[in-house]
């Protein structure tokens, strides 16, 4: 038997970044929970196709194609979601992307592109989600850092500012909001199995170098991010606010 505290049914999420990779995974999982999905990509055919796929695994999955770095785009997403009567119970910011250059050598457009994507998007869209979830009084707000939310990195620098800023913007929109009945916590993966980390997986010293450093000597799978992210999504999270889980196997807790 199903336990009714993890259960979505009748709640409408929101996952960004769900055409691949973890949030596609996440999106999946908040389905099998119950919930009705908001899939988002800046590509609407490979919205669309995402879509579809879920459609056709049983989930109710509707399409939202936007950037999530255009405030303008958000905000006009966020009106059509209302003139359609989506009401957004779980908002999942997890659109991300890496770009790795020695900092010397980093130009300010690119520091631009990776702080907007991974930080500022979850500003623009959390706080659109939650000027509609303040009035109603509840609302869950997932947030995906990174283990580099507490370790630097050479070469990822403004990925590890960003990732960094989404704890304390977690952090943040529990202060403000927790009064108002939402709830927002984060999620850290690990080095986990997605597009983003090709070249890596591919690299046999980098590849030896994550399984060398992780207790679990392996990767991660983005289906092993489920279990967090139906637990913040859910009543089972109803008096965590402002946490992070790290989805890491073990990587943070050992030097
Ligand atoms: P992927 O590159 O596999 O997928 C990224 C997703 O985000 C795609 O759906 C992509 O679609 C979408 N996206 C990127 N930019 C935008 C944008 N501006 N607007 C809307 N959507 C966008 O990444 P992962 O699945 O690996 O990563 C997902 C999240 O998890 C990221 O925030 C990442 O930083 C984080 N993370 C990943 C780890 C890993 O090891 N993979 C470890 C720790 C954290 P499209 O390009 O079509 O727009």
């Not at 970044?17 to 800046?42: C, E, F, K, P, Q």
């Not at 695994?57 to 997403?77: I, L, M, N």
């Not at 939650?130 to 580099?148: D, E, F, Q, W």
């Not at 991660?220 to 009543?235: M, T």
């Amino acid at each position: 038997m199903t336990n009714r505290l993890f259960d979505l049914s009748g709640r409408t999420a929101l996952i960004t970044g769900s055409t691949r990779g973890l949030g596609n995974a996440i999106a999946r999982g908040l389905g099998d929970a119950g919930a009705r999905l908001i899939l988002n990509g800046r590509s609407a055919d490979a919205v669309a196709t995402a879509a579809a796929a879920l459609r056709e695994d049983g989930h109710t999955a509707f399409e939202a194609a936007f950037d999530v770095t255009s405030e303008a785009e958000v905000v006009r997403t966020f009106e059509r979601f209302d003139a359609e009567g989506l009401e957004i119970d779980i908002l999942v910011n997890n659109a991300g992307i890496q770009h790795r250059q020695p900092m010397v050598d980093l130009a300010l457009a690119d520091w631009q592109r990776v702080i907007d994507t991974n930080l500022t998007s979850a500003f623009l869209l959390g706080r659109e989600a939650a000027r509609r979830m303040i009035p109603r009084g509840h609302g869950k707000i997932v947030n995906i850092g990174s283990l580099t939310s507490e370790l630097a990195r050479a070469t990822v620098i403004p990925y590890t500012v960003a990732k960094g800023g989404v704890k304390m913007l977690t952090k943040g929109m529990a202060a403000e909001w927790a009064k108002s009945g939402i709830q927002a916590n984060a999620i850290g993966p690990g080095y986990m199995l997605t597009d983003m980390n090709e070249a890596l997986i591919n690299n046999p010293q980098f590849d030896a170098w994550v399984k060398g450093r992780t207790p679990a000597e392996r990767w991660g799978r983005p289906e092993e991010l489920v279990g967090a992210a139906v637990f913040l999504s859910s009543a089972a999270s109803d008096y965590v606010n402002g946490q992070m889980i790290y989805v890491d196997g073990g990587m943070l807790s050992v030097l």
